[in-house]
């Protein structure tokens, strides 16, 4: 993929509208997680050492078109700050005259960082007159945001149109890289670990991969709506009902194909969400009236990590189940410490899997992790996507 890349551009004395995916989470004003901000400390770097100012951009959350206090980006700014060990100036606004003012007042090595674009409907709109009115803050753009090129937002494709010199960041080059390698030429046995909640987001990228995995094992809610489909008892269980013909479809797929396709083999199951909730493991791979499939049984779990174990590439997307509870997490840590362990290259894909990996301890012992989780499944279905496409030579 020829891609035009910060090395391809001369940056002195350049301003630069850099746009990130800076959508941390933040409890009672606090950062609790900034994995997405030091994810882009090395094109911040590399940028200002070649005599750029800075321009930073981002969305947080989803404020739907209005100004939420609780959605700025001001904790942002000081955390990033902080890892910089430099002043980021702020602008109350991501367009208009206290923006413009700043951005033209900065000197080469200075940072703004603008408020959330996403207080202006008009960013997810991808309204080009917005995008425009982005474009008059910089000479050249940058997009490190790797989380948001799934989507046609303003700042991420329309803006092109207007900018003279358009490239893209380390982290994105890191995670084309990363997927590409999933999709081009995997290691075999390559195998595909699913979970978390919505298999209709899932059917493109697992459609796209079935000639290239040779095993697939699944968890969370994503198993209990395969198991419905399998026509088995799925008890009181979340299951995504509009998906089960399509997961039908699916295991009719990989039958053909003589892959190999685990739902668990039994279930730690609950009388409710709850840290002290009653709960046991079943003893075969469906769930009892009246009671929730939680987290995968200790003979999932065994028969996951042989599978773990005979891998030599892994894409790992969502939990095994509720790992945020105490009780429920066994299955999730399980399968990420087995990971971290096996002779293996391993993409973690994004969202609740790189809080898992995370808990478990083990971020520096996968490959890759992700930054977004809906472009990573995107990546995975089509090859690319449309931030990306803008970027192209």
């Known amino acids: 993929m020829e891609l035009q890349t910060i090395e391809d551009k001369d940056y ?3 301003r630069v509208f850099l746009r990130v995916d800076f959508n941390v989470p933040i409890e009672n004003g606090v950062i609790t997680d900034d994995t997405r901000i030091t994810a882009a400390l090395p094109t911040i770097n590399y940028l200002l050492d070649k005599g750029a100012s800075l321009v930073i951009a981002s969305h947080l959350g989803r404020p739907k078109g209005k100004t939420v206090p609780e959605m700025s980006l001001k904790p942002v700014r000081e955390r990033l700050a ?10 109350e606004d991501c367009i208009g005259p206290d ?6 007042g900065l000197k080469a090595g200075q940072i703004l960082m603008l ?10 709109d991808g309204d080009k007159d917005f995008a425009k009115k982005l474009s008059g803050l910089a000479d050249s753009y940058v997009n490190d945001a790797f989380g948001t090129c799934h989507r046609k937002h303003a700042s991420i494709y329309q803006i092109i149109e207007h900018m003279d010199s358009a490239a893209c960041g ?6 084309i890289k990363a997927l590409s390698m999933l999709l081009d030429n995997p290691r075999k046995p390559f ?10 987001d899932k059917i493109g990228m697992i459609t796209n991969l079935l000639d290239k995995v040779d ?5 969370g809610v994503m198993a209990y709506t395969f198991i419905k489909a399998k026509n088995w008892e799925t008890g009181d269980c979340k299951v995504e009902p509009e998906a089960v013909p399509a997961a039908k479809e699916i295991i009719k797929a990989i039958n053909k194909k003589h892959m190999e396709f685990h739902t668990p083999l039994d279930h730690i199951i609950a009388d409710r969400i709850s840290p002290d909730a009653h709960f046991f493991a079943t003893d075969r791979g469906t769930v009892p009236n009246n009671w929730i499939g939680v987290d995968i049984g200790p003979q999932a779990i065994e028969e996951y990590i042989d599978c773990i174990n005979r891998a030599k590439t892994i894409f790992w997307n969502s939990p095994m189940g509720i790992f945020e509870i105490e009780p429920f997490s066994r299955g999730t840590m399980e399968v990420a410490r087995a990971i971290a362990a096996a002779d293996v290259f391993s993409v973690i894909g994004g969202g609740d899997s790189v809080a898992a990996v995370k808990k478990a301890g083990v971020e520096d012992k996968v490959s890759h992790i992700c930054t977004g989780g809906g472009a990573s499944l995107e990546f995975l279905e089509k090859g690319t996507l449309p931030g990306i496409e803008v970027l192209k030579k």
């Open 170 to 175: 380390y982290l994105i080059q890191r995670e």
């Open 215 to 219: 095993t697939i094992i699944t968890g």
């Open 191 to 200: 195998l595909l670990i699913l979970g978390g909640a919505k298999v209709l």
């Open 99 to 104: 923006a413009e003012k700043k951005a033209s």
């Open 115 to 124: 408020e959330n674009l996403r207080f202006h409907k008009e960013e997810e």
């Open 12 to 14: 002195k004395g350049k």
């Open 82 to 91: 902080t890892l910089l060990g430099k002043d980021v100036i702020f602008s």
